[in-house]
């Protein structure tokens, strides 16, 4: 089955509809949302009526942290990742809210974990990002039966993390649009990438697609209307920081 | 896993004879259970050996070897068929190429001429090339994994080593050690680099100094000191165990065997290219010498390669890309010095920005301007004068750091001549120009460029004539 893999969409509507697009185009048959559905970007409510709709169709949702300051943005704090929380919150109506209230951490089916950010205590959202964290969710996750694959969002990059004949994980840097074989008899622990706020200098979405059949993962990248995602923060009277951030893909 | 006897049947497929019981693997020739699938060649079958005794890294090799043999293509390696899964029975299907390897050569009983060595080393430079164009390093290029067919052309085999750039490589690990077969391996192999191009290059020359010797230039190391050896030796010199072969073939072999990667042939196509060229290879002291390496300079080396450390390497194809063969087109009549200004200063500008580019330079001569009854006219003499031409041409180019050929070829089609040279030696780009090959006739040979530009299996710039010219022309004579 193909399962197509979108996190931290972050309320960008048009990099969201260009992923959904490329992915049905791609020939994927169940969308799997992992978190940061909002926060940062100009169409809250829009994104989560389109990420409503694919629920209703069987898609996977999970919460991320970006959706929990939004339910309740008086304890997200001063930060950055805080600072849009309060305006998202009135963005969306009381079901909305609920429903980013009542989604689940993590999603476990057959080989395959699904969470937004790590396996290790999910709710402490803690970053994959190098070796030793990528170990610790997959350490996590391995505590479920038959666990192969961890899935994950929340740092905005595309990697891999796989067991080479050494005893730790090695890091891999995919190439968009590359089936990568990652047969059953591994473990692996990917971070998907960011479809609504890329951060490596390349302006593009970021997904991936799981084909569990022939056991292969492809990252992809996706071009779509940054300027008018970015056009909508500044309409919308967000920091500006948001909006050319899209520009530089930074 | 026992060894399978003919007539046994596994997964639709029927064991024929086994070829090869070896350490690692056993090879078996088999056929399709079901006639109607004759895939419309031979087939051989592979089953690693994974038995209680046999190691892990027979189980991983076969993983890496899956993987990198499904995408594969060209005329350069066996084509994949099927492959069983690693849960039940192992085993991989490929085509059965007809051939001898290289090691059949190592077994006569006297040494290649000269040559024979250059095709040889020839159609392994071309067959790593492909693989390089694909992203893959082979990284256990040995005699026995070299297979030539009745053309002279080479197909590699036993990929279970090999690095695919695009795929995660299964066999790295956080403490790098040396993978590889202990006599072929390159010095950056040795200190755990897997994914490097020229490491294929290493290999190449290894195998071209033991067919031309008869010995391995740094034996067959059993320890990790030993193995280290090539960080900082150089092998005996061919010439010294066999005075006769010729200088230019020695000046190759050991660029190739350079300790330092950026030192060795940047690309496979540029080995193929000196291979091919003889007469164009510029010989040094490297290739005039019949002595060692003496002891001061080995010791000096020895401590420098104490810390020695490499840089992980680009993409292959990148690299390779990076360090470009281009061609020019000069035309050698009928053609204003405003062109051949403009297509000087367009070979200039490629070149500065890629070090290390190769150039060669060619002009296309009409078969009746030679001729065998006339001396004056003698195929030696024309061809020396166009070399002077091409020369004179190139004199005001930088050429530091680029090697530079001359090329003089005969055809009555020009643009087949171009495409043809481009093709056969894996030119990258093709400059030419826009309106050149005769200006008095350009309605009928502009045609030239742009058959070249259809036809060749790269980039063509066409270069036209840059702006000054036509102005200064048409400025007023000074007062």
Request: aromatic content about 6%.
């Amino acid at each position: 089955m193909k399962l197509a893999l979108l996190s931290d969409i972050h309320a960008n509507l048009q990099a969201f509809d260009a992923c959904v697009a490329h992915a049905r185009a791609v020939g994927a048959e169940r969308f799997a949302l992992l978190g940061d559905l909002v926060g940062y970007g100009a169409d809250p409510a829009a994104v989560l009526a389109g990420v409503m709709q694919l629920a209703e169709k069987g898609a996977i949702v999970l919460k991320g942290n970006h959706d929990e300051m939004a339910v309740t943005p008086e304890g997200a704090g001063k930060t950055l990742g805080g600072s849009t929380a309060d305006w998202t919150h009135a963005q969306l109506d009381p079901a909305q809210r609920a429903y980013l209230a009542a989604l689940p951490l993590t999603h476990h089916e057959g080989a395959t974990l699904l969470v937004h950010a790590s396996a290790e205590d999910p709710a402490r959202w803690r970053y994959v990002d190098d070796e030793r964290s990528a170990n610790a969710s997959l350490d996590a996750a391995a505590a479920l039966p038959d666990v192969r694959y961890v899935f994950g969002g929340h740092v905005h990059f595309q990697t891999l993390f796989y067991r080479g004949t050494g005893r730790g994980l090695m890091r891999f840097a995919p190439t968009a649009g590359v089936p990568i074989p990652m047969p059953r008899h591994r473990q692996w622990v990917a971070t998907i990438g960011s479809v609504g706020q890329p951060r490596d200098g390349d302006p593009r979405a970021m997904y991936a697609m799981f084909d569990s059949a022939a056991a292969q993962l492809t990252f992809h990248r996706v071009a779509y209307d940054h300027a008018t995602a970015a056009a909508a923060i500044r309409r919308a009277g967000l920091p500006e920081y948001f909006a050319t951030r899209l520009e530089d893909g930074r | 896993m026992k060894l399978l006897e003919p007539g046994a049947e596994l997964d639709g497929f029927v064991i024929d004879d086994c070829l090869h019981a070896g350490g690692m693997a056993h090879i078996y020739r088999v056929h399709y259970a079901a006639g109607p699938r004759d895939p419309g060649f031979a087939l051989a079958m592979k089953i690693p050996r994974m038995t209680a005794g046999d190691g892990a890294e027979n189980i991983v090799s076969f993983e890496v070897e899956h993987q990198i043999l499904q995408v594969l293509t060209g005329p350069h390696v066996p084509r994949f068929v099927a492959a069983g899964d690693l849960d039940k029975i192992p085993y991989l299907v490929m085509e059965y190429v007809e051939g001898e390897t290289l090691q059949h050569w190592l077994d006569q009983p006297g040494r290649p001429d000269a040559p024979t060595l250059a095709r040889l080393g020839d159609a392994m430079a071309r067959a790593v090339h492909s693989l390089h164009k694909q992203n893959v390093c082979h990284l256990d290029l040995k005699p026995a994994n070299v297979l030539v067919r009745a053309d002279g052309s080479a197909v590699l085999l036993d990929f279970g080593l090999s690095c695919h750039a695009h795929y995660p490589d299964l066999l790295a690990e956080e403490l790098r050690k040396a993978i590889g077969s202990p006599a072929w391996i390159a010095p950056e192999q040795v200190v755990g680099v897997r994914g490097d191009p020229r490491s294929d290059i290493f290999a190449i020359g290894v195998m071209l100094y033991e067919l031309a010797t008869g010995e391995l230039p740094f034996g067959a190391p059993q320890t990790a000191g030993g193995l280290r050896q090539r960080l900082w030796m150089d092998p005996p010199p061919p010439r010294k165990l066999r005075p006769e072969l010729p200088e230019w073939l020695q000046e190759v072999i050991l660029r190739c065997l350079e300790p330092v990667a950026a030192q060795r042939y940047p690309s496979a196509a540029h080995l193929s290219f000196d291979l091919t060229h003889p007469g164009q290879v510029q010989v040094t002291e490297q290739g005039r010498k019949t002595e060692g390496t003496g002891f001061r300079i080995h010791f000096r080396r020895w401590l420098k390669a104490a810390g020695m450390h490499y840089q992980p390497s680009p993409l292959p194809s990148q690299q390779i890309d990076e360090v470009p063969i281009l061609l020019v087109a000069v035309p050698h009549k009928d053609v204003t010095d405003a062109t051949l200004y403009s297509l000087r200063q367009a070979v200039a500008r490629s070149l500065g920005i890629r070090p290390g580019a190769r150039l060669a330079c060619l002009t296309v001569i009409a078969p009746g301007d030679t001729s065998a009854s006339d001396s004056e006219k003698s195929e030696t003499r024309v061809h020396r004068r166009y070399l002077t031409m091409l020369r004179q041409w190139a004199q005001p180019i930088d050429l530091s750091g680029h090697q530079t050929s001359y090329h003089v070829i005969e055809s009555s089609d020009v643009a087949q001549a171009i495409v043809r040279y481009a093709e056969g030696n894996n030119v990258s780009m093709i400059v030419m120009g826009a309106a050149t090959h005769g200006v008095q006739m350009q309605r009928f040979l502009a045609t030239v460029p742009i058959k070249v530009a259809m036809d060749a299996p790269c980039t063509v710039i066409l270069v036209k004539q840059t702006l000054p010219f036509d102005q200064l022309a048409q400025a007023p004579a000074p007062a």
